[in-house]
Every structure is written in C-alpha cells, then in structure tokens.
C-alpha cells in the first residue's frame, strides 16, 4: 500500500461510500467520518459510531457551489459570495434541505454544507457526484481528533476504509468556522 497513488485512494474510498460504507478521511480541518450523504442507513451508522443522534453535529461536504444548490434550494446568493471571500474553511448553514438523507436534516430543515480547499477530498467528491457527510472523528463528547493518530480505536475499527494519511495534506487541525443563514440572506456566526 505504500505505492497507492491518489488516484487508487479515491476509487477505494468511493467504491466503499457507493457500497454504503462508512470512511474515516482528512480534509483541510481535521479528519472525518464520512459516508454517502444521500444513504440514511450509513448515516445512522455514523450516529451509532459517534453515540450520537446530534442532527447538527454532521455537514457534507460539496465539490462546487453547483452541488450545493441540488441539495439546498432555499439558500442566498450572497452565502455563496461570503464563501468565495472566505480565507479559512468554512461551514454554511443553509435553508432548504432537499435530496440528502433525512435522518441528516434537523427539523428546521437546514443543512451545513462545506467546499473543502483539500485535493483529496475534491477528487473523492468529484468521482462520487454526491455529497460526502463530514463529522469530527470522535465519540460524542470527546475532544476532536487533529490528526489520524489521535483517533480511538473504536472509531477507526468502526469504519469500512481509513485513507492513507500519506493524502492528508496541510489540515488547520481545527473545525471550520460556521455561519448560520437565512433565505432572507442574514446571517449569525455560529463559531468562528
């Protein structure tokens, strides 16, 4: 495995998320738990991993603000231009959930959503044409893991395919920033 290329990385890790499995990956923050956001039964295996059913706890990540918009129909222009600013990763949250797993969608119908600036993880998002769920790779409650090596054991024996961290890149080793907007186009900083 240490001559896997990207490319045979991404293909494993698609094939798995197609098949309903459940990934452990880096993105530009920390790494993530991750599964095919439109496959509710490997959602609620990410909650039962986790021992969670914290609906705000899980975003997805997109490749492009073109995918953003199939899976959330009510959000404004101008997230999309604070996204574009944005110097640091950054999570919207945004209004008019559509399209993903239900059992991601808290009841006031929203959805974080993520445009991560991580070779690998646009390359995976890319190949798979959906969006991937992306949550801090800990049991609830616990501290966010920074890099592979601070994860628990149960987390990565819980998952079906752990990316080599050979791909991990140059992560902030910190959760993104989030802003919580409405259709209206206001917003509230959720952390910064």
């Not at 769920?133 to 049991?139: D, H, R």
């Amino acid at each position: 495995m240490a001559t896997e290329t990207m490319e045979q990385a991404v293909t494993e890790a698609v094939r798995i998320l197609r098949e309903g499995g459940v990934i452990l990956y880096p993105t530009d923050t920390v790494w993530g738990i991750g599964c095919d956001a439109t496959n509710a039964e490997a959602v609620e295996r990410i909650y039962r991993l986790k021992r969670s059913e914290n609906k705000k706890s899980m975003l997805v990540l997109c490749a492009t603000p073109d995918m953003v918009v199939r899976y959330v129909h009510k959000a404004p222009g101008i997230a999309f231009e604070v996204q574009e600013l944005a110097t640091k990763p950054l999570t919207l949250i945004l209004p008019g959930a559509s399209g993903v797993a239900a059992n991601l969608i808290p009841e006031e119908g929203t959805l974080g959503v993520r445009i991560p600036d991580h070779a690998f993880c646009q390359a995976m998002l890319r190949k798979l044409g959906r969006p991937i769920v992306s949550t801090s790779a800990n049991i609830s409650g616990e501290d966010t893991p920074r890099n592979l090596a601070e994860i628990s054991r149960e987390i990565i024996d819980g998952v079906d395919y752990v990316v080599n961290p050979k791909f991990e890149g140059k992560p902030t080793g910190k959760a993104s920033s989030i802003l919580l907007f409405n259709e209206a186009g206001e917003f509230r900083i959720i952390r910064e």
